[in-house]
């Protein structure tokens, strides 16, 4: 492709690196600035890269600020451009698939160069094919060119907005995405982060897991990797409450939960930018696909946003491919209709490798975001090994890795994600904050 690429002086760095890797991969890169670290204006380099998209010179545009937002709002004000502003492949994925998206935005104090890369890449590989989708982009056109969107009803026009208003808006995306204004940021800053910490976002890390009963403090650019867990049969009212709190108080990427518990603890989360998991067919996968949809479809209904549902490993060790593909994609098809992200569980420790490649195939057709080694509940965990055997087949496809079971130090979190995670499942996550050279308060 032509892709035209701009940045701000904050996202002349990132740009550099991203201009290198498009060039790497045979695209043909339009580079409209800024050519410094002198400062400079987001809205300037914004427009001219949207203007390439819009006149046909560039097939995609990349625009790099601080945070991405202001280059988003300056590019969707020119016509013929669907301008997307992503943080994790889940978002430049849905960005492509579902609206068509055809310039990306990025925030340099957000996210470090490697995971920049992968979102860059899941950006240029998805295509927004499903009829549904395209329809909907269809209207989007509509109200673009004054028109109504077809089936839809007249908009009444909207009040105007005052500065104070788009400040608030400006404010609160800022704190759902992290801010990157002043010296401590509450997003992944790198440039705040403790060391190590540091490192593992630089490789491309979006979470780390972490179970109930951290002491202390959390930075807040780590606490939003985190995946807050809490699986066990045994689990009360109380304790999911208590994990709620807790999740407040951090502000955890998400609660993972059994499903009896998600109308729980999305009431409890309801105002956080905490997300509600909920696990489906777990954990022995031995349930008609049927049942794994309805189980999701509730789930989501309930409010949880993102699913991790267990394949039918019987199957898949009886040949039956054709029954795996379809018990994946019945639950990934539940979750697309309702903007839920799934996660697909192969239970690495009971499969042989080529097992695992028609796993992870098999979710890779299915259209799923993630694929993921273990339950926690099986004889084994996560290894190095297996990451990368998983990370091989899916993340041309834009899919991610999560590795889970057995991870209990720093260097073990590393090594999986220098395998090709970029999502960690611990629950020695106490251990590997400690490692990392985070103590209470986030000293």
Known sequence: MKIAIGADHGGFDLKTKLA??????????LDLGTSSHEAVDY????LAVA?????????????????GIGSCMVANKVPGVRAAMAYDLSSARNGREHNDANLLTLGAGLIGAALAVQILDAFLTTDCQE??????VAMIDDVEKGSTPAGGRPAAAPDALSPEDL???VARLERLVGSTTGAACEGPCVASAPDRARRLVELGATRLGHGPGSPGEIPRDLARYIDHTILKPDATREQVLALCAEARKF???SICVNACWTKTVSNALRGTPVLTCTVVGFPLGATLPEIKAAEARRAIRDGAREIDMVI????????DDDLVLDDIRAVVEACRDGGAVCKVIIETALLTDDEKRRACEASRRARAHFVKTSTGFAKGGATAEDVALMAAVVQGAGMEVKASGGIRSYADARRMIEAGATRIGASASVAIME???VGAGGK
């Open 167 to 169: 400040d608030r808006i």
């Open 435 to 437: 490692e990392a050279g």
């Open 312 to 319: 039918n490993v019987g199957a898949l060790k009886g040949g």
């Open 131 to 136: 009829p549904r989708h395209q329809r909907r």
């Open 251 to 253: 502000l955890f990427r």
């Open 51 to 67: 203007q390439a998209v819009a006149e046909g010179r560039a097939q995609r545009g990349v625009m790099i600020d601080g945070a």
């Open 43 to 46: 809205p300037v380099y914004a």
């Open 20 to 29: 290198a890797h498009l060039k790497s991969q045979g695209h043909e890169v």
